[in-house]
């Protein structure tokens, strides 16, 4: 008896799981479902949770995945505005935004279909932009003239709206993944970029030559106004030494022995200002005046004759 209750209840679980898998499913809320009525779709299920079916075939659930996508376009070569061959790959984001469109334009719902109808969109646009765009936008050696951000907007300005439309697709980023050049035009590119350098270098050399020359003139006119100046005043100090010399030498040009007596004073301070045995000529001056004193002339006095005394003049 309690055999047949335990392989009931077993039997009971295993019909009820049977069931709840055959006629419910469940919506995560990464999903949105779409339920097809022999073969018409129904409204999408957005809301996370669980929901009731009919069984195959009179019904079926599609899942879409309502996460962020992406994908690399062909790395293919696209012709630019001057006619200069590039090799472009893009990478691109994408969400499905309206359920039904999307369901209706790919097979099944699949991610794999939607990305390949979005790649031909893409690419489609793609040639058509960089074809506006000329190659120095695209490789230059002057950075103000890439336009990559530029590019890219311009891009999924225009594939956004036949997205939308066609697909149900919201495009939420396309970028610029990889530059190339075809081997047939690397050393052209290369070349013409080496003359753009050296032209940039060339300027510079110019435009810093020529501000050299301008401080060499500005700095030869500033020492020449500084010689100038020190001309000036020493011509002025000249003048006035020579003045004052004048006055000096027209008082010793009274007395010139004095002159000379003094001149050789103010000489030997200078000689034996430090201790010091000086082995010297009494001829050479100021060195006579250790020698002995020269002899003076007769200096005019009271005669003898008159009655004076010649040691005190009386």
Same mark, same amino acid.
């Given at each position: 008896m309690k055999r047949n209750t335990v392989t009931l209840v077993i039997g009971g679980l295993l019909l009820l799981i049977f069931f709840v898998l055959l006629f419910t499913f469940q919506v995560r809320q990464?999903?949105?479902?779409?339920?097809?009525?022999?073969?018409?779709?129904?409204?999408?299920?957005?809301?996370?949770?669980?929901?009731?079916?009919?069984?195959?075939?009179?019904?079926?659930v599609f899942k879409l995945d309502r996460r962020i996508h992406g994908f690399d376009t062909r790395n293919e070569q696209v012709l630019t505005k001057g006619g200069d061959p590039l090799i472009v790959m893009l990478y691109v984001g994408w969400q499905i935004k309206d359920p039904e469109t999307f369901f209706a334009s790919t097979k099944d719902g699949?991610?794999?279909?939607?990305?390949?109808?979005?790649?031909?969109?893409?690419?489609?646009?793609?040639?058509?932009?960089?074809?506006?765009?000329?190659?120095?936008?695209?490789?230059?050696?002057?950075?103000?003239?890439?336009?990559f951000e530029q590019i890219e907007k311009d891009i999924l300005e225009k594939v956004q709206? *036949? +997205? !939308?439309?066609?697909?149900?697709?919201?495009?939420?980023?396309?970028?610029?993944?990889? $530059?190339?050049?075809?081997e047939s035009v690397t050393e052209k590119v290369f070349a013409r970029m080496q003359a753009e350098r050296q032209k940039v270098?060339?300027?510079?050399?110019?435009?810093?030559?020529?501000?050299?020359?301008?401080?060499?003139?500005?700095?030869?006119?500033k020492r020449a106004e500084i010689l100038a100046d020190a001309d000036a005043k020493a011509t002025e100090l000249r003048g006035k030494a020579d003045a004052e010399a004048s006055k000096w030498l027209a008082v010793l040009?009274? *007395? +010139? !022995?004095?002159?000379?007596?003094?001149?050789?004073?103010?000489?030997?301070?200078?000689? $034996?200002?430090?201790?010091?045995?000086?082995?010297?000529?009494?001829?050479?001056?100021?060195f006579d005046l250790f020698g002995p004193l020269p002899k003076l002339p007769p200096q005019p006095g009271p005669s003898i004759l008159g009655g004076g005394d010649p040691s005190t003049g009386r």
């Amino acid at each position: 008896m309690k055999r047949n209750t335990v392989t009931l209840v077993i039997g009971g679980l295993l019909l009820l799981i049977f069931f709840v898998l055959l006629f419910t499913f469940q919506v995560r809320q990464t999903e949105i479902a779409v339920v097809t009525t022999f073969g018409r779709p129904g409204a999408p299920l957005r809301d996370p949770g669980l929901y009731f079916k009919w069984p195959r075939p009179i019904q079926r659930v599609f899942k879409l995945d309502r996460r962020i996508h992406g994908f690399d376009t062909r790395n293919e070569q696209v012709l630019t505005k001057g006619g200069d061959p590039l090799i472009v790959m893009l990478y691109v984001g994408w969400q499905i935004k309206d359920p039904e469109t999307f369901f209706a334009s790919t097979k099944d719902g699949t991610d794999k279909e939607a990305e390949t109808l979005l790649g031909g969109l893409v690419e489609s646009v793609k040639n058509q932009v960089v074809g506006n765009h000329p190659f120095s936008h695209f490789v230059s050696t002057d950075e103000n003239e890439l336009k990559f951000e530029q590019i890219e907007k311009d891009i999924l300005e225009k594939v956004q709206p *036949d +997205a !939308e439309k066609k697909y149900g697709i919201e495009i939420k980023f396309v970028g610029l993944k990889k $530059l190339s050049l075809p081997e047939s035009v690397t050393e052209k590119v290369f070349a013409r970029m080496q003359a753009e350098r050296q032209k940039v270098v060339d300027t510079l050399k110019s435009e810093g030559e020529a501000r050299a020359t301008m401080i060499k003139s500005d700095a030869d006119t500033k020492r020449a106004e500084i010689l100038a100046d020190a001309d000036a005043k020493a011509t002025e100090l000249r003048g006035k030494a020579d003045a004052e010399a004048s006055k000096w030498l027209a008082v010793l040009a009274q *007395d +010139a !022995e004095l002159a000379v007596f003094l001149s050789k004073i103010r000489a030997l301070p200078e000689v $034996l200002k430090e201790k010091a045995t000086l082995i010297f000529d009494l001829r050479t001056p100021p060195f006579d005046l250790f020698g002995p004193l020269p002899k003076l002339p007769p200096q005019p006095g009271p005669s003898i004759l008159g009655g004076g005394d010649p040691s005190t003049g009386r």
